[in-house]
């Protein structure tokens, strides 16, 4: 089973700021990656599909990159509605996978 | 707009059945999947299994294969979680999402979610 792992756990940062969220896979998955945001009580949403396609009615300052093990999740310009948990999810391998979470907190 | 609408929350005793419900509206429905995902409580997402709303063929995770069942009624463009013997540790938010047709690969569009608590 492909392992994934998120860094960091948390992070804190202010409006305005850009942030970078890693995913790593234990093994290679070409670009089988997304990213998913949940805010509490709330079903997670998806962000970017396919390691860096925006998901329709995303803010274009959400963005993916990475291919093969090492994936990213940058947001520029941090809006106050962005903090939230963010969750990678491959589907290379079954069952699909979760990295567990990277909650964006304010400072 | 797409939507998915889950039943409501539950309380059930250990080795109980529940069955969990999520209605979809406005998109075909036997041109996607439903997948279910889990979260229990303050932890992170756990991925239960896929069906085809085409042809109702299924994945399941290995750890839920002798418990679940999921089913879909494409005359309601509905979709059914049924997951028996119920243990404490199965108390959990329980999401349906859409999914793919062929294959799980996105979750573009989530249910509520149903709170199933297993209590005795």
């Known amino acids: 089973d492909i392992q994934m792992t998120q860094s960091p756990s948390s992070l804190s940062a202010s409006v305005g700021d850009s942030v970078t969220i890693t995913c790593r896979a234990s093994?290679?998955?070409?670009?089988?990656l997304n990213w998913y945001q949940q805010k509490p009580g709330k079903a997670p949403k998806l962000l970017i599909y396919?390691?860096?396609s925006l998901h329709s009615g995303v803010p274009s300052r959400f963005s993916g990159r990475g291919s093969g093990t090492d994936f990213t999740l940058t947001i520029s310009s941090l809006q106050p509605e962005d903090f939230a948990t963010y969750y990678c999810q491959e589907y290379y391998s079954s069952p699909p996978r979760f990295g567990q979470g990277t909650k964006l907190e304010i400072k | 707009q797409v939507q998915l609408v889950q039943s409501g929350a539950e309380m059930k005793k250990p080795g109980a059945s529940v069955k969990v419900s999520c209605k979809t509206f406005n998109y075909t429905f036997n041109n996607w999947g439903v997948s279910w995902v889990r979260q229990a409580p303050g932890q992170g997402l756990e991925w239960m299994g896929w069906i085809s709303g085409y042809n109702g063929n299924t994945k399941y995770a290995h750890k839920f294969q002798d418990r679940v069942t999921l089913t879909t009624d494409t005359s309601t463009s509905t979709a059914y979680l049924d997951l028996r013997s119920l243990r404490p540790d199965d108390t959990a938010m329980y999401y349906c999402a859409r999914d793919q047709k062929y294959s799980t690969n996105w979750f573009d569009y989530w249910g509520q979610g149903t709170l199933v608590t297993v209590s005795s």
């Open positions: 396919a390691s860096h």
């Open positions: 093994q290679s998955m070409s670009s089988f």
